[in-house]
């Protein structure tokens, strides 16, 4: 019988040998074992005593010097709270520096960061929410909040130029913009393409589960040689395409992924939420760490939810990576950001 560690490095197209000297996920190390130490459990100070609702949505800033995050009002929804700022932006010592959106979003959900500074959301509504005028919208906002683009139309669902429950934005270093659409798999199971000005290019998927088809995809990120990750969270895997939409590589051994971070190294950082019994068994939840040159995973932060498999979420949905190279893991179940340092680290 082939070892689960070989046949998760098959699927991800490496070869057998390489994979002997990769880490087994199945043996990920225990809390107290890993190179990682949580500093910060309730990180960030949020303004006017308010506390963390759930939150899946952060992203450093173009110098790695601030944080940003939206986290949906205090509870799992903004709907009715449309006086309260679900767009933060914090120092690295958990500082507020600025906040703004309030009435816009319905469901915060994906973020990203561009060169500019210019700051993405995506409004995915929420299970079982179908509030007539909110969500399915990607908003631009310039650093200081002032909105620059809107793709979608609030409150409309559909395909082609419109979303259905966006789940995460990234832009491409040219100016095109690449939107996962479908969250929680209930939507159009889709990658959709923009130009720069926002003019609609094309797209690719349907639901499914081969090569090129999604269920709920959920996360975004775009490594040094253009290519485009796709964290493909109902079939437990990161799809890996060119920006035209052809297919190159599906990769297994990054486990069940709902945030991903790629930084300026080529290291990725995906984030598990979700495995359990049910739900890609055999996985432990936490970060997964590692090359996306070779693909190895050679690192991993452990969530440190005791029994996952009685917890539908549980530790971050959302990652982002500082310029000191600290995590931050955005959490939806247990409302709240956590930062984690390397052991000997501040």
Not at 153 to 169: I, M, Q
Not at 220 to 226: F, M, T
């Amino acid at each position: 019988m082939i070892p689960m560690r070989a046949l998760a490095c098959l699927a991800a197209g490496l070869l057998l040998a390489a994979c002997e000297a990769a880490p087994d996920p199945y043996t990920a190390p225990a809390e107290e074992e890993s190179g990682w130490e949580t500093v910060d459990t309730a990180w960030g100070n949020l303004p006017d005593g308010r506390e963390w609702g759930a939150v899946s949505a952060i992203y450093p800033g173009p110098d790695g010097r601030t944080i940003w995050i939206a986290e949906r009002c205090g509870q799992n929804s903004c709907i009715d709270r449309p006086d309260v700022d679900p767009v933060l932006q914090f120092d690295l010592e958990g500082n507020l520096l600025q906040s703004f959106g309030a009435g816009m979003f319905a469901w915060p959900h994906g973020m990203y960061v561009d060169r500019e500074g210019n700051v993405w959301v995506t409004d995915a509504l929420g299970f079982g929410q179908q509030p007539e005028g909110w969500g399915h919208i990607v908003v631009k906002f310039s650093p200081e909040g002032e909105v620059l683009l809107t793709l979608g139309e609030r409150g409309r669902a559909g395909g082609g130029e419109l979303f259905t429950k966006p789940s995460d934005v990234v832009v491409a270093p040219d100016g095109h913009i690449f939107i996962a659409d479908g969250h929680d798999a209930g939507g159009s199971n889709r990658i959709a393409k923009f130009d720069a000005e926002g003019n609609f290019v094309m797209e690719w998927g349907e639901t499914g589960s081969a090569n090129g088809q999604f269920s709920d995809p959920h996360a975004l990120a775009i490594d040094s040689e253009g290519r485009l990750f796709v964290a493909d969270r109902g079939n437990n895997r990161i799809q890996l395409f060119t920006q035209e939409g052809e297919f190159i590589q599906s990769w297994t051994q990054f486990a069940r992924i709902s945030g991903m971070y790629i930084d300026e190294n080529d290291i990725l950082f995906a984030v598990d939420s979700e495995s359990n019994m049910r739900r890609n068994p055999g996985w432990k939840r936490g970060v997964y760490i590692g090359s996306v040159r070779d693909g190895w995973v050679t690192d991993f932060i452990p969530d440190p939810e005791p029994d996952p498999d009685n917890s539908g979420t549980s530790g971050g949905e959302g990652v982002a990576i500082d310029a000191e190279g600290n995590v931050y893991t955005a959490e939806v179940g247990p409302r709240t950001v956590q930062k984690h340092v390397r052991r000997g680290g501040s």
